[in-house]
């Protein structure tokens, strides 16, 4: 295995807690929920009424007018994330080495702009579909866009493994650097879902919560109260370096992003491995890439997105992973909600500034966890810890499931 | 339904204009009539598409295929769109 170590150099988050990593972080920390009405579109008929909305992003701040109309709305916070990320590891254009590239994940791709079209085809007729409109569904051009705005001219890779997607997406980009093979990856995940076929497809599963709650404490991973996710909207993009020439050229980074584990359940489609197999084959697989132990595990930044099963599963395979030794876990999607394509790389940012904080982000709305769920959960509040190493999970429909692991990294 | 167009005194270049404004993302008053889609708005050709698409939907007429190539310029086609509603 080489040795060559991958840093996290910059985080650019647009969440439901907010456009802007610091601003995100902060919420997240002082308890702000992201989750709230469900208002993009008039919801009247439908039995979910919460979603996790990025209200507070303007496409404007990022880009210009006559390229904002050419994306869909998981595009344009996949552009926005994108930049907030190269600003934030003070990487400005033309700054970028010759063997950069962008690995994004995506879980769905346009979906509004599909439900848009398909109205206007049915309307209006076929004559009435936009010319843009396969450019602007297909799951590629988050990636697609931030390497032509960006010039990168390596490769441009999309994953789209549900709502494994942007672990998958960091996954693949730090193996890809760790073998000498790029000098710089931007990576994350997109998703904007929150539209009548996305809210109503995972209703029709009954995958999302519908109790008649105050929409922020919809989302309750781990909790006996819970019953579905609350679907979340958002992008979050890191940028990935070699810890040496981070350092050498004067960054800080915030993490080293050390193990990447994939596996699959072979089960269900939609239903996890009732032990929670996948999973716990994952932990296992990113712990060895890492070189660590179980034991080394300061903190598991939890998949679990508030399902009944899930959340159960998961909380036993983490129980399997560690012996029964306690481990601090928490769901941030109890703040953000479920970010789908997005929410794999959103963990593992809110992850990496766990470890440069030294401060464990709580479960939001976790009060009464429900059977099966026993772990030493970060409840409360934010609970000040140092973290050597920490893991961030991300499963998927399909049966596949990621994990990262991130350490404490280097420090000049 | 579209109102008989004779004598409505309506701004027909000022709508093109208009429209074709709202799809390139300049503002209107930037927008000339001498001007060429390609070489003086920098469209590229899924943008004449979109002018196309805007034009066909404010002036509820159908432009064929065929007649796009001759679209060059804001002049040709507030021209052509003058002489779809006079026909």
């Known amino acids: ?412 | 339904m579209a109102e008989p167009l004779k004598n409505t005194g309506r701004d027909l270049q000022g709508e093109v204009i208009s429209a074709i404004a709202a799809v390139t993302g300049y503002d209107e008053s930037d927008v000339k009539p001498d001007m060429l889609f390609i070489e003086d708005l920098g469209c590229q050709s899924l943008q004449i598409m979109e002018i196309v698409l805007e034009l066909q939907s404010v002036f509820d007429i159908e432009i064929p295929d065929g007649d796009i190539d001759a679209l060059r310029s804001v002049d040709d086609a507030v021209g052509y769109v003058k002489r779809r509603l006079r026909e």
């Open chain 1, 1 to 412: 295995m080489s040795t060559r170590r991958v840093a996290i150099t910059g985080i650019g988050l647009v969440t439901p807690l907010a456009t802007g990593t610091r601003e995100s972080w902060s919420a997240l920390i002082e308890g702000r929920p992201g989750i709230g009405p469900l208002t993009r579109f008039d919801a009247a008929d439908f039995s979910v009424q919460c979603a996790g909305q990025v209200d507070d992003f303007e496409p404007e701040r990022f880009l210009p007018r006559a390229r904002i109309r050419h994306m869909d709305r998981y595009a344009q916070l996949a552009c926005g994330a994108a930049q907030l990320a190269l600003d934030d590891a003070s990487l400005e254009a033309g700054d970028l080495p010759a063997r950069s590239a962008v690995f994004m994940g995506v879980g769905l791709g346009g979906l509004e702009t599909i439900e848009r079209n398909h109205d206007a085809l049915r309307e209006k007729g076929p004559r009435f579909i936009t010319p843009y409109f396969i450019p602007m569904i297909i799951p590629n051009m988050a990636a697609g866009w931030i390497s032509l705005i960006h010039a990168v001219t390596g490769r441009s890779l999309t994953l789209a493994t549900a709502c494994a997607s942007g672990a998958h997406a960091l996954g693949e980009a730090f193996h890809l650097l760790r073998s000498g093979s790029a000098d710089l990856v931007i990576a994350g995940g997109a998703e904007a879902a929150v539209t009548p076929l996305g809210i109503g497809g995972f209703a029709a599963m009954r995958a999302l919560s519908t109790r008649d709650v105050d929409p922020s404490r919809a989302s309750c991973p781990f909790d006996a109260a819970r019953d579905g996710f609350v679907l979340a909207e958002g992008a979050a993009v890191l940028v990935l370096e070699p810890e040496d020439a981070a350092l050498d050229r004067g960054g800080r980074p915030y993490a080293r992003l050390s193990g990447y584990g994939a596996a699959s359940d072979a089960h269900d489609i939609t239903q996890p491995d009732p032990e929670g197999a996948g999973a716990l084959a994952a932990m296992r697989m990113a712990l060895e890439d890492a070189g660590l132990e179980p034991s080394c595990v300061d903190y598991v930044n939890a998949h679990a997105t508030s399902t009944p099963l899930g959340d159960r599963v998961e909380a036993a395979a983490i129980r399997a992973l560690t012996g029964g030794r306690p481990v601090a876990v928490s769901s941030t999607k109890g703040a953000t909600g479920h970010l789908l394509g997005a929410a794999g790389a959103l963990e593992a940012a809110l992850t990496a500034l766990a470890i440069r904080e030294e401060t464990i982000p709580p479960t939001l709305n976790l009060e009464d966890p429900g059977p099966g769920c026993d772990l030493d959960h970060v409840t409360g509040g934010p609970r000040r810890q140092p973290v050597r190493a920490a893991l961030s999970n991300a499963f998927g429909f399909g049966g596949t499931n990621a994990t990262l692991v991130l350490e404490r990294g280097e420090e000049r």
